[in-house]
């Protein structure tokens, strides 16, 4: 069975950072692409960042380019998020997901339950 | 202001059929294969329907998707209580910049 679990989460003060992990089984890693997406309390999904099997690509929405960095360790089958200079609006619970692809299409076969992230002071 | 436009709601009595559709353009699902997902209160979102009418394995018959142009559709029938949850399509961008993009979702009530 695929599992994927996220852990990282926390309250943060604004500007602060946070490193979001991803630790995926079940399925052979490095043969696909992971994304993660953020849902804010009440709101709708929002995807915020993928990167292909090998990590070599990688790709940001524009509400946090600059700011986050997706990368991956093919041989933890893990992924990873790097969020820095946090704002309130970054407060949400930030999913795990395995593309279809090696590729990033953003088709998502499976889901992490997700880690909340609160960014307030 | 989701990229892709999906009605906030939509209703219907039990035993009856449902339609949600999602609105994009050329760069988006005028260009890629579309997604669809169902998310219950407080769980992850589920993958219904993917490659514009192709269901995971699990996923009843009563879910079906179709595309045209730019535009894609979540068909449910034989509704039943169980089905009320939000649903979300999703695709791939193809313009400059490059990402998943996500309908606003829709509430799906069985009345």
């Known amino acids: 069975d695929v599992h994927l679990l996220e852990s990282g989460g926390g309250l943060v003060q604004p500007g602060g950072s946070l490193r979001l992990s991803c630790a995926a089984s079940?399925?052979?890693?490095?043969?696909?692409?992971m994304s993660w997406v953020r849902q804010a309390p009440g709101k709708g999904l929002e995807w915020v960042s993928g990167l292909s099997g090998s990590g070599g690509s990688t790709y940001y929405a524009d509400s946090v380019k600059g700011r986050f960095t997706i990368s991956r360790d093919n041989s933890k089958n893990t992924l990873y998020l790097q969020i820095n200079s946090l704002r309130a609006d970054d407060t949400a619970t930030y999913f795990c997901?395995?593309?279809?692809?090696?590729?990033?299409?953003?088709?998502?076969?499976?889901w992490g339950r997700g880690t909340l992230v609160t960014v307030s002071s | 202001q989701s990229v892709l436009t999906q009605p906030p709601s939509v209703s219907a009595a039990p035993g009856q059929k449902v339609t949600i559709s999602c609105s994009g353009s050329?760069?988006?699902?005028?260009?890629?294969?579309v997604s669809w997902y169902q998310q219950f209160p407080g769980r992850a979102p589920k993958l219904l329907i993917y490659d514009n009418n192709k269901r995971p394995s699990g996923i009843p018959d009563r879910f079906t998707g179709s595309k045209s142009g730019t535009s894609a559709t979540l068909g449910i029938t034989g509704l039943q209580t169980g089905d009320e949850a939000d649903y979300y399509c999703?695709?791939?961008?193809?313009?400059?910049?490059?990402?998943?993009?996500f309908g606003g979702g829709t509430k799906l009530t069985v009345l």
């Open positions: 999703g695709t791939w961008d193809s313009s400059v910049s490059a990402g998943g993009v």
């Open positions: 079940g399925f052979t890693f490095s043969s696909y692409a």
């Open positions: 997901a395995k593309d279809k692809s090696w590729v990033v299409v953003a088709s998502f076969d499976y």
């Open positions: 050329s760069s988006n699902i005028g260009d890629n294969y």
